[in-house]
């Protein structure tokens, strides 16, 4: 027996066209969708992979401007760290000589060291240059800081998910930044906060070289406290490591930032005095011990606490073993002769 369609099941068997043409449409932005979503994310990717080049959190900041730069022109990108305790920038390598590099730094000092990282856009009157900051953290202490030449918000893509970027951007930051401390912890005295003997030997390696190379003169002081183990035996070693961080204190007052000043030992510290001759670094040295003796610090019975000190000229055939020797033989001289004073 045949099968038969009426008339009524044929009509329901057909397509309605406005009906698929709905369908096709939402399949249309469905794709676009997935389309624009997998640009984010292989933009995203981009960017994890230039961040993960490095972990030198400047170096970072230059790769972040980088990737930026395929998006959006800007001039400088600028994070301010833990409330301004670190602070880094980036100029656009396609831009960096429009506006000239002292504008932006000046542009830079003005707006990151805000009080409040609350987001905001803004312009500057007296040039075609636009800023837009974001806050990234509740704390108030880390914002970042992008300035461009466009009035509105930056384009898209960037304006799109901007919130994902910078979610995104933190841990490499926040990676880089853990990596600084730990980095700095390993080269400081952990009492004084001053330079350890690693750091010492290394600046000492440089300084060696820039000095034969420009023949500079190159000043080496080896420096002894007097009278400091009474104060640990008689007073407690809590007193003795307030007297160190104090004394420390004193002698980081009393250099230029081109010296370098480390702790070697208990009470044993060290300076490398560049391009400083002999009898300079002798004045330095002599008005370094009478501060030390204004602190008056002493033990009832007792001479108070001074510091005795070696000095010794790096010379091109010194080697740095040879060239410690000297001034710790300044030194062991300085004692001989009645402590608290100089010797060369």
Avoid at 67 to 87: D, E, K, M, N, P
Avoid at 285 to 312: K, Q, T, Y
Wanted: net charge neutral.
């Amino acid at each position: 027996m045949g099968t038969t369609l009426s008339h009524t099941s044929r009509h329901a068997a057909r397509i309605n066209p406005s009906q698929f043409a709905k369908q096709a449409h939402e399949l249309i932005e469905e794709i676009e969708e997935y389309i624009q979503e997998n640009e984010r994310n292989g933009q995203i990717y981009a960017m994890h992979r230039l961040l993960g080049s490095t972990v030198d959190l400047d170096a970072m900041i230059g790769a972040f401007s980088r990737w930026l730069s395929q998006i959006t022109t800007h001039y400088l990108v600028a994070f301010r760290f833990l409330g301004g305790r670190r602070i880094c920038s980036a100029c656009s390598h396609d831009s960096c000589r429009v506006p000239p590099r002292l504008q932006l730094n000046a542009i830079f000092n003005k707006l990151i060291s805000h009080s409040s990282a609350e987001r905001q856009v803004g312009s500057f009157r007296q040039s075609d240059l636009y800023y837009h900051f974001w806050q990234l953290d509740r704390q108030d202490k880390d914002c970042l800081l992008i300035v461009h030449p466009k009035p509105e918000l930056l384009v898209p893509p960037f304006q799109n998910f901007e919130e994902e970027i910078l979610k995104e951007l933190m841990g490499p930051l926040n990676r880089a930044l853990a990596y600084e401390r730990l980095y700095d912890l390993a080269r400081r005295d952990a009492l004084t906060g001053l330079a350890n003997r690693r750091v010492f030997e290394e600046r000492a390696i440089t300084e060696m070289a820039t000095a034969n190379r420009q023949g500079h003169p190159l000043v080496l002081a080896c420096m002894d406290l007097d009278h400091f183990k009474v104060i640990n035996d008689r007073l407690g070693h809590g007193r003795g490591d307030e007297v160190l961080q104090t004394v420390s204190q004193t002698f980081s007052r009393m250099v230029r930032d081109s010296d370098l000043l480390a702790r070697v030992g208990g009470d044993e510290f060290i300076m490398i005095l560049p391009n400083t001759t002999l009898e300079n670094a002798g004045q330095l040295m002599e008005r370094l011990c009478a501060s030390i003796r204004g602190l008056d610090i002493r033990v009832p019975g007792f001479p108070a606490l001074g510091v005795s000190v070696g000095l010794a000229l790096w010379r091109p055939n010194d080697s740095l073993e040879s060239w410690s020797h000297q001034a710790d033989e300044a030194l062991y001289r300085a004692k001989s002769a009645g402590r608290s004073r100089v010797c060369c």
